[in-house]
């Protein structure tokens, strides 16, 4: 639930959560209703442009690199040589521009259900679109899900889940069917990553998505939290899953030695990332 307050604050009320997270804003630049969702843009006074999507804060200018960067270089830097990569959703692009910054990379297919989200982030967030024209990179808007059913098996290294809450569009995103498609699709020690919310706020859902992964056939689990300041709780997580073998530490010379640059990750993130707060432990351990 959204809430645009007459002294030009918007709000975000979580009533799952029992929170809610306001930014100020300068004015409302554009809403479309989509087949799927309603998309909002806003220009705030200190976080850029803004993203709304069903009256839940999406995408800022100023703190997108948080999410975008830790959905796809720990993944990436993970495996040790991904050439194939598959983003379901991700329709701001910004993990798209993330994943095409590795020259390794041969081919990257990004499938979201809605263009209008990519129709918004090309007009208002346009420094996140700047690789849609890379030539290993496809850019599709169609069912992910589906998408996924038909792949053909052992055809992908590394697969980006990047929706929205379980809701709406997104709900076919977190089920067993799902990620057995994902699974069968991986060739052997492929990866999947996928955004699983708040460790705080959405402990039983986190739970969920580790359980269905480990029963589906993933053979071991990382769950990586990060800031998101605009989410709820200002703690984000996302979990990766490996086919076939235990994750074995990741790339740390080559992410010392990137020749691209990042806001967030680099080698010291992605190692306090692996070290699992205890609130989580005792969780993940039940």
């Known amino acids: 639930m959204a809430n645009l307050e007459a002294n030009r604050w918007f709000t ?11 930014l100020r804003v300068n004015k409302k630049l554009d809403e479309i209703q989509s087949p799927f969702q309603k998309v909002e843009m806003f220009e705030t006074t200190d976080f850029g442009n803004l993203m709304i999507i069903d ?3 999406m995408v800022s200018t100023r703190e997108n690199f948080f999410y975008h960067e830790m959905m796809s270089h720990p993944a990436l830097f993970s495996h040790p040589a991904p050439k194939n990569v598959v983003i379901i959703g ?18 990257v297919t990004q499938i979201d259900i ?11 967030f346009p420094e996140l679109c700047e690789s849609n024209n890379d030539p290993r990179a496809t850019v599709m808007f169609d069912d992910g899900i589906k998408y996924m059913r038909e792949a053909e098996a052992e055809s992908i290294d590394v697969i980006i ?8 569009p997104g709900e ?3 089920n067993h069917a799902f990620y057995k498609s994902c699974l069968a699709a991986l060739r052997t020690g492929g990866i999947m990553i996928q955004q699983s919310e708040s460790p705080l706020m959405h402990m039983p859902l986190l739970l969920e998505m580790r359980d269905a992964m480990l029963e589906v056939g993933f053979v071991d689990l990382q769950t990586l939290p990060f800031p998101q300041p605009i989410y709820p709780s200002g703690l984000w997580s996302a979990t990766m899953a ?6 074995a530490g990741f790339r740390e010379q080559d992410v010392d030695n990137a020749t691209f640059d990042t806001e967030y990750y680099n080698t010291g993130i992605h190692k306090g990332a692996l070290a699992t707060p205890n609130f989580m432990k005792r969780a993940f351990e039940k």
């Open 114 to 124: 809605d263009e209008v989200v990519t129709q918004m982030s090309l007009k208002y």
């Open 55 to 57: 009256g839940c804060t």
């Open 172 to 174: 076919g995103l977190f």
């Open 242 to 247: 490996r086919k076939d073998q235990k994750f």
């Open 90 to 107: 991700g329709g701001d692009c910004g993990t798209l521009r993330e994943v095409l910054k590795h020259s390794g990379v041969e081919k």
């Open 12 to 22: 975000e009320i979580s009533d799952r959560d029992g929170s809610a997270f306001s």
């Open 161 to 168: 889940v990047d929706g929205t809450d379980p809701v709406g």
